[in-house]
């Protein structure tokens, strides 16, 4: 009898053990996550880190993927598309990299880029190219949507104002034909359209993101002698050389409230002394979280339709922007 018992404990604890792998197996199958970057590794190629906002980007892709396991190669092609074209075809021909993350010197060149980097994925940074060149889950664009930032200096700017009928403004834009330069403008002129407020643009020109050439500009626009009211620059480098210029014609943002983009350190310390006036937030950091995060996604056959910000087409996935001003700048420094 006791032989018995024996062999029956042994029979249900054999079945216990076969019913349990399964289990056993999902669960295994659960913790090594198909999302975890272990053992893959991205080429990331960008015009430099001139600009406090690529720079930071850079910085941000790098540790992120890190954070996840995987490695990056980084390179800086200057202003060159034909040094960013080579770059990408000599990664994708070494057979070392599961995916390109690339911030186009010129969106246009998209096609190109693509073709450059063979069977690999590219997912696009902070310059859009036409969507008509993406593919979900094969060739996608991770930023912010430009036009929001826009949109948010204006909201301030007509609040602060008063909500006047008519406004004079100098816009200082970024590189041509960027798509934060082409988004964060639009922007602008269409708000205050929609709030049917004449927008007087007295003074507008490329100052290519750089606080010098913006400052050099500002001292063109003096020569004409118009009327100003506010000043809308597309990246806080820009409004921090309007500011200079301001100042060298006794002048301060007191009569002349100037908008920038991106909160840089820079941009953040000047709203806390009482000058820059209002920025709007880029997210670096967030973006790369979520460029390596869809880069991972597709490196290992996944599809992204559920990773947050996708839009419609799963084409394009958005970090927000968020607005700052000096009731709110500590939180950004």
Request: charge should be negative; charged fraction near 20%; aromatic fraction near 8%.
């Amino acid at each position: 009898m006791k032989n018995t018992n024996k062999i029956l404990k042994r029979i249900i604890a054999l079945i216990l053990i076969v019913s349990l792998l399964p289990v056993t197996s999902l669960l295994t199958a659960c913790n090594s996550s198909s999302g975890s970057g272990s053992g893959l590794s991205f080429f990331f190629t960008i015009k430099d880190t001139d600009d406090d906002f690529r720079s930071s980007l850079k910085e941000s892709v790098e540790s992120m993927a890190k954070a996840q396991g995987a490695s990056v190669t980084s390179t800086l092609c200057g202003s060159s598309v034909d040094q960013q074209v080579s770059d990408i075809k000599a990664a994708a021909a070494s057979g070392k990299y599961d995916a390109i993350i690339c911030v186009p010197v010129d969106s246009a060149t998209a096609l190109q880029l693509e073709i450059a980097a063979g069977d690999l994925p590219v997912i696009f940074m902070n310059n859009k190219p036409d969507e008509d060149v993406l593919k979900a889950n094969k060739y996608v664009y991770v930023a912010s949507d430009e036009y929001q930032a826009g949109r948010l200096q204006a909201e301030y700017m007509y609040d602060k104002l008063g909500k006047p009928s008519s406004i004079n403004a100098i816009i200082l834009m970024g590189e041509r034909k960027h798509s934060g330069t082409i988004g964060r403008t639009e922007a602008v002129k269409q708000y205050f359209k929609e709030k049917n407020v004449t927008l007087n643009i007295v003074f507008c020109d490329y100052a290519s993101w750089s606080d010098t050439e913006a400052a050099n500009l500002m001292e063109i626009f003096f020569k004409t002698n118009q009327d100003l009211d506010v000043i809308f620059a597309n990246n806080d480098t820009m409004a921090l050389g309007a500011i200079t210029a301001l100042k060298a014609h006794g002048l301060s943002t007191s009569d002349v409230p100037v908008a920038g983009v991106d909160a840089t350190v820079d941009g953040c310390k000047s709203i806390a002394n009482g000058e820059l006036s209002f920025t709007v937030y880029q997210n670096a950091e967030g973006q790369a979280k979520k460029a390596i995060e869809v880069a991972i996604a597709i490196a290992n056959g996944n599809s992204t339709k559920s990773i947050e910000g996708a839009d419609d087409n799963n084409i394009c996935f958005y970090v927000d922007f968020e607005a700052v001003s000096k009731s709110n700048v500590s939180s950004y420094q």
